[in-house]
């Protein structure tokens, strides 16, 4: 690989990097802030996940007014948030408030325990926690609200952190967003990705989160771009070269099998790394699997690595088989890449990164597309004149032939 397109690989992840931590500490949006200062809550941030939002304030080291909420899409759904004691933040032992929104506009909210059972998909119901004296949890004035103007659904409580167990400079707290509902329990949320990472320790006097999973979440970017530019771009790039270039480039019709082994060598290197890291990632994730992505990404490094061999194992010119190797080549080349597509669509719909990743690469297979169509045009015309050349040099060889007087016998 160049060093040109090393620097370029590196600015990409570069700017990536920093996005990603900017993003990290966004404020709170415009209504959410006008609900935080109208229940007299001075701190909010936006979480990291699902959209959703948090305010607190803090009455003593062990005391905190909180509020948490979200813009539901639909008129049945619960809203979760609690705080675990544990070393990490996650959904196994946190002790939580849940807000239930039915359908007919009423709401109900209570405290829940969420155990390993709750995990494993068994009922959850309300629990009352023994307060201080078990260095437990206590939460008070708890209420749900939706505001209409705003569009928003909150819940609120007091919160009494037992010492104990709890800090306020070091606070584990988990939320959480789902849409089914069965009277007081509250059904399993989806598992994708943004639910899965609603975690983080937070310390509520500087206002300063860590995510859980925020180097996780620089692996899956760096995934991504290696998957989209060595799959997505070097590849079609290589196989354009393979078509095209001898036409609408003539000069450089003697180097086009360098430049398509370049940029297949660069987006196989490029594609195996980001498929090695999606294998350490997959390792990582211990309650989601994303099958359909994965037998994708096998399919994908298995045949794009039998098409890296066809440098080694190309049968030479001279063989008789060479013209139905040539086919299979191209065949599996253009099939690949139909299912390259799919599976990065389907890898940015796992990770549901900022909208300009799809916009970014929907702009890449629309410059291929016009590239690919000018290119199949000019070549179209090039291929008929050519024909058109041969047969007249053929029509005049014959009428020389047909011209000149033929000997007797």
Not at 142 to 156: G, K, P
Not at 164 to 170: D, F, R
Not at 286 to 294: D, V
Request: aromatic share 12%.
């Amino acid at each position: 690989m160049s060093s040109s397109s090393m620097f370029v690989i590196f600015m990409i992840l570069a700017s990536f990097f920093t996005v990603s931590v900017t993003a990290h500490f966004t404020p709170c949006s415009e209504p959410f802030v006008l609900l935080s200062r109208r229940n007299h809550l001075k701190k909010c941030k936006k979480l990291t996940t699902l959209e959703a939002e948090f305010a607190w304030e803090i009455i003593t080291d062990h005391q905190i007014e909180i509020m948490f909420g979200k813009r539901l899409h639909a008129n049945l759904g619960w809203l979760a948030w609690g705080v675990n004691p544990g070393k990490m933040p996650q959904m196994v032992g946190t002790r939580a408030i849940i807000g239930i929104i039915y359908t007919d506009g009423s709401t109900f909210i209570d405290t829940y325990n969420i155990t390993r059972d709750t995990k494993m998909g068994c009922k959850l119901e309300p629990t009352k926690f023994n307060g201080i004296a078990q260095n437990e949890v206590e939460f008070h004035n708890m209420s749900m609200e939706y505001i209409n103007e705003l569009d928003f659904f909150t819940i609120q409580a007091r919160v009494i952190l037992p010492s104990a167990a709890y800090n306020i400079t070091k606070l584990n707290h988990v939320w959480q967003i789902g849409y089914g509902v069965e009277g007081t329990e509250p059904k399993q949320h989806p598992t994708i990705l943004q639910n899965a990472d609603s975690t983080e320790t937070i310390n509520l006097k500087t206002e300063n989160g860590g995510h859980v999973g925020r180097h996780v979440n620089y692996m899956r970017a760096v995934h991504g771009i290696l998957s989209i530019l060595g799959w997505g771009t070097f590849l079609p790039v290589g196989a354009i070269i393979a078509r095209y270039l001898e036409y609408p480039v003539e000069s450089f019709r003697y180097c086009k099998f360098c430049l398509h082994v370049s940029c297949q060598i660069t987006g196989y290197i490029l594609g195996t790394s980001g498929w090695i890291l999606g294998l350490y990632l997959g390792n990582l994730s211990k309650f989601y699997i994303f099958r359909t992505h994965r037998l994708y990404s096998m399919f994908i490094f298995a045949f794009a690595t039998l098409q890296a061999l066809a440098l080694f194992l190309k049968p030479k010119k001279s063989d008789e088989y060479r013209k139905n190797w040539n086919m299979y080549h191209h065949f599996l080349g253009y099939a690949l890449l139909a299912v390259i597509s799919i599976n990065i669509f389907n890898g940015i719909g796992i990770l549901k990164p900022e909208v300009i990743w799809r916009r970014a690469y929907i702009g890449i297979l629309i410059a291929f597309a016009v590239i690919v169509t000018v290119l199949e045009i000019y070549t179209w015309k090039k291929f008929k004149c050519n024909a058109k050349s041969t047969t007249s040099v053929l029509d005049g060889t014959t009428a020389t032939a047909l011209a000149v007087p033929q000997p007797r016998p």
